[in-house]
């Protein structure tokens, strides 16, 4: 374990080089508006499926730029739009059952919340659980995908922030950095939660950043 100095040295690193949101790689400009916040729910379901992320963000890139970026456009689409365009972002494995539970979700947010998944924050009242088992109440999305909703929000719904999943914390184990969240929090700014959760759950999947930031940290 590093000291308070080489821990904060590290951090810097690891934010400088891969801080980053899964929603900005995707091209989403998050903000407390109906559409990006539905866009990140449809990237969180992408990437909580056993396939690589860079996939789930190219699929989910497909989606958008195919016209299905809002929960009537995508429940609008026929299933083999939804087909053609998750196969066109490589997404092939899970193509048929996602573009089916695509557009049942669609329609679910829209009948339940009109849409707008700021109706749902509101019924969660500041609760990070409540708004777990609202998320999964939509279709696909298990824990793990209201995780990384939960986890990319935060940098614009900052009442559940700083946050940090299972999987970031998996990154800071690696990196030897502390498991406990709270001490997590104290290494960074305000505002950079979003960010170092996400740079920390990219070094929980690839064992090179970890190595690369720690190399560049003791340098």
Known sequence: MRDGGG????????????????????????????????????????LSTRIRASVAVAAARALFDAGMG???????????????????????????????????????????????????????????RALSRALQEMPGVGPTGAAIFLREVQGVWTEFAPLLDPKAVQGAERLGLPRD????????EEGEAAAFASALVRAALDRRIAEEVREAAAG
């Not at 066109?88 to 329609?107: I, M, P, Q, V």
């Open 70 to 128: 809002t929960p009537r456009r995508m429940l609008d689409a026929t299933w083999q739009q939804r087909v053609d365009a998750l196969g066109e972002g490589g997404y092939r494995r899970y193509d048929e059952s996602t573009a089916t539970r695509l557009g049942d979700g669609a329609a679910l947010l829209l009948d339940t919340y009109g849409g707008d998944l700021r109706r749902m924050r509101e019924a969660a009242d500041g609760e990070a």
């Open 181 to 188: 969240g709270a001490k997590l929090a104290g290494l960074i």
């Open 7 to 46: 821990q904060r040295v590290l951090v810097r690193e690891l934010l400088d080089r891969y801080g980053r949101t899964y929603a900005e790689e995707c091209g989403i400009r998050l903000r407390n508006t109906p559409q990006p916040l539905y866009q990140l729910l449809v990237l969180a379901d992408l």
